[in-house]
């Protein structure tokens, strides 16, 4: 039986370092793409190399040879100028599209962000926010994942792609401040929602938070629970640390916790960091 085959762009940054230990199993390879050499790591599989670009429409299409399935982190992964959020997150999720559709590689997941929806508030919500709320972007960046994902949507109207948009919240190895109490994906939480976005049967186009199963979440997992994730974590385990350096979070008043966004609704537009 042929081994799985698992692309991953982006695979040299921060989540692609996190996950390939994690997605390591027998008969499968991972083949990280990025302009960066992957740095060797302990607990890793079977791994290939392709060094390239997310815009380099010919390097993807020769990367996507035997792939089953992509996951797709490659891209600007911070606030920037118009020209490069587009540029390299737009363009270059074209291309990864464009690549599979001309290869037949027919499941991607594409890695989206919270920031796609930064501008939904606690205050707004009856309930928890559904994975699939329609974009109200924070920043440039933001607006370059709603491309990322209309993208997807369009591979998948046009060319029949299984396309799954991730909508990551605070992927770290632990939650980072008050807003990680509520935002926080562990990174065995992240291996498990790629796992079940790889494996559901024909899922068709989705989008789901990329969050834990956290006390003080109010994002909803019923998307991604239809997909078969169901996260096992809890950033509460990390609360009484994050409360007595920061103080106990108000979610409801405080304007950097209340919005999905967070500050980077207050962050002037292409600033770089």
């Not at 692309?7 to 994690?22: E, F, H, K």
Request: proline share 6%.
């Amino acid at each position: 039986m042929a081994d799985e085959r698992i692309l991953i762009t982006g695979s040299s940054g921060r989540v692609g370092t996190l996950l390939r230990p994690l997605l390591a199993r027998p008969g499968r390879v991972l083949r990280l793409f990025d302009l960066q050499p992957p740095r060797v790591l302990p607990g890793t599989g079977a791994e290939e190399v392709v060094l390239g670009s997310v815009e380099d429409l010919d390097a993807l299409v020769a990367a996507m040879r035997d792939v089953h399935a992509v996951l797709h982190l490659g891209g600007q992964s911070h606030e920037a100028s118009a020209e490069e959020v587009l540029r390299v997150n737009a363009y270059g999720t074209y291309c990864l599209l464009e690549a599979a559709r001309r290869t037949g590689v027919t499941r991607v997941l594409l890695g989206s962000s919270n920031h796609v929806a930064g501008f939904h508030s606690l205050s707004e919500q009856p309930g928890e926010v559904p994975g699939d709320i329609e974009a109200r972007p924070d920043t440039l960046y933001g607006w370059s994942k709603v491309a990322v994902e209309s993208a997807g949507r369009l591979f998948h109207d046009r060319f029949g792609l299984d396309v799954i948009c991730l909508r990551i919240g605070q992927c770290f190895a632990a939650p980072r401040g008050p807003r990680g109490l509520a935002m926080w994906l562990s990174p065995d939480d992240c291996a498990r929602l790629v796992e079940a976005a790889i494996s559901v049967p024909e899922p068709g186009f989705r989008q789901v938070w990329g969050i834990s199963r956290n006390t003080r979440r109010w994002l909803s997992l019923d998307e991604g629970e239809a997909i078969g994730y169901y996260p096992e974590d809890d950033a509460e385990e990390y609360a009484e640390k994050i409360v007595a350096e920061s103080g106990e979070p108000d979610m409801v008043a405080d304007p950097a916790l209340n919005r999905i966004g967070g500050a980077w609704c207050d962050r002037p537009l292409g600033a770089a960091g």
